[in-house]
């Protein structure tokens, strides 16, 4: 079996495990950065009997280094937005089938397939730049989508208004993706009551608008769309795989994607669940690159395994990953 056959058929805390070590062991010796790393911290590989001992790699290094732990050219560079003069993050990915089937598996796992779901896709900034990880997952989920009315809406509000109305007068199911502040703009111009509408915010005001808290934001997009709750998305240009909010910023991960947190003081040592740290993501669909990835957010961790994004390190880039400071 593959790495990409054992990590999408995980099914156990005990399979991840094993999956984990493997990818592990692989990087550690085929991936030229995070085996120096490794090195720097005088860690034995061959010593470490769990996912919890494995050191995670700050993720500053997508921005400084080719993380690959492949050799083989990359089919496409992945890269994070960021405003003029920044040094942004790159990813590249040797096998795009394996991004495919990461993103493809987890929406349908969260929210079922997408050829039977009318996709909108709010995403102005994203459209407007080269390299977004995200694009490339909405475009294939659009052309998956067998709706006519599946589609990008750049700044046609009025078009997006009408087409939710009648999406809502014909019973269709509707997923709505949108950058926070798109989404801000539209409920600003118009107000619909579509209860059973899936509006899914995947974060970030671009430097539109100033941050919001979370709560603050999802009343507002709440009451313009009249729904319950706001869905997110947590993803980003390191990672091949995303966790999915149903609401009231709790996320969850596919079975290949597991948060741990670090103590911010002491970023070796992992902490218990119901305290806040800096979130390490091991996300298993990135054996290509590093699947383990020490990220700037700040978060907290339940005992279900779910999680909640608190913020960010103060000395981090702003990006656009579900980062609203709390």
Same mark, same amino acid.
């Given at each position: 079996?593959?790495?990409?056959?054992?990590?999408?058929?995980?099914?156990?805390?005990?399979?991840?495990?094993?999956?984990?070590?493997? #990818?592990?062991?692989?990087?550690?010796?085929?991936?030229?950065?995070? $085996?120096?790393? !490794?090195?720097? =911290?005088?860690?034995?590989?061959?010593?470490?009997?769990?996912?919890?001992?494995?050191?995670?790699?700050?993720?500053?290094?997508?921005?400084?280094?080719?993380?690959?732990? %492949?050799?083989?050219?990359?089919? %496409?560079?992945?890269? @994070?937005?960021?405003?003029?003069?920044?040094?942004?993050?790159?990813?590249?990915?040797?096998? =795009?089938?394996?991004?495919?089937?990461?993103?493809?598996?987890?929406?349908?796992?969260?929210?079922?397939?997408?050829?039977?779901?009318?996709?909108? +896709?709010?995403?102005?900034?994203?459209?407007? $730049?080269?390299?977004?990880?995200?694009?490339?997952?909405?475009?294939?989920?659009?052309?998956?989508?067998?709706?006519?009315? @599946?589609?990008?809406?750049?700044?046609?509000? +009025?078009?997006?208004?009408?087409?939710?109305?009648?999406?809502?007068?014909?019973?269709?199911?509707?997923?709505?993706?949108?950058?926070?502040?798109?989404?801000?703009?539209? #409920?600003?111009?118009?107000?619909?009551?579509?209860?059973?509408?899936?509006?899914?915010?995947?974060?970030?005001?671009?430097?539109?608008?100033?941050?919001?808290?979370?709560?603050?934001?999802?009343?507002?997009?709440?009451?313009?769309?009249?729904? +319950?709750?706001?869905?997110?998305?947590?993803?980003?240009?390191?990672? =091949?795989?995303?966790?999915?909010?149903?609401?009231?910023? !709790?996320?969850?991960?596919?079975?290949?994607?597991? !948060?741990?947190?670090?103590?911010?003081?002491?970023?070796?040592?992992?902490?218990?669940?119901?305290?806040?740290?800096?979130?390490?993501? %091991?996300?298993?669909?990135?054996?290509?690159?590093?699947?383990?990835?020490?990220?700037?957010?700040?978060?907290?961790?339940?005992?279900?395994?779910?999680?909640?994004?608190?913020?960010?390190?103060?000395? +981090?880039? %702003?990006?656009?990953?579900?980062?609203?400071?709390?």
């Amino acid at each position: 079996m593959n790495f990409s056959e054992q990590i999408f058929n995980i099914k156990s805390e005990a399979d991840f495990n094993e999956s984990a070590l493997t #990818v592990f062991r692989h990087q550690a010796s085929s991936c030229e950065v995070y $085996r120096s790393y !490794i090195q720097h =911290l005088k860690i034995d590989v061959d010593s470490l009997n769990h996912y919890t001992e494995i050191p995670f790699l700050p993720i500053s290094f997508f921005k400084s280094h080719q993380v690959l732990s %492949i050799n083989k050219p990359a089919e %496409i560079v992945f890269s @994070s937005s960021g405003t003029t003069g920044q040094t942004t993050s790159k990813h590249f990915v040797s096998e =795009l089938k394996v991004y495919e089937e990461s993103y493809n598996k987890a929406f349908e796992l969260f929210y079922g397939k997408a050829d039977e779901i009318c996709i909108l +896709a709010l995403l102005p900034s994203y459209l407007e $730049r080269e390299g977004s990880s995200l694009i490339y997952m909405v475009d294939d989920l659009l052309k998956q989508s067998k709706h006519p009315k @599946s589609g990008y809406f750049l700044h046609n509000l +009025a078009e997006l208004h009408q087409t939710l109305l009648a999406q809502k007068e014909k019973g269709q199911k509707t997923i709505l993706i949108g950058v926070t502040y798109a989404l801000l703009d539209f #409920v600003e111009q118009f107000q619909i009551e579509f209860p059973n509408l899936i509006v899914m915010e995947t974060g970030g005001m671009k430097g539109k608008r100033k941050e919001m808290v979370r709560e603050e934001l999802h009343q507002i997009l709440c009451a313009g769309f009249g729904v +319950a709750d706001i869905h997110s998305e947590y993803g980003m240009t390191e990672l =091949l795989s995303q966790g999915y909010s149903y609401g009231k910023g !709790i996320f969850n991960c596919p079975p290949w994607m597991k !948060i741990l947190l670090r103590d911010t003081s002491d970023p070796l040592s992992l902490l218990k669940t119901k305290q806040s740290g800096g979130i390490n993501v %091991i996300d298993l669909a990135n054996f290509n690159s590093c699947s383990f990835i020490a990220t700037q957010d700040l978060g907290k961790l339940h005992n279900n395994g779910s999680f909640e994004i608190l913020g960010r390190f103060d000395n +981090a880039d %702003i990006r656009g990953c579900n980062l609203l400071v709390q």
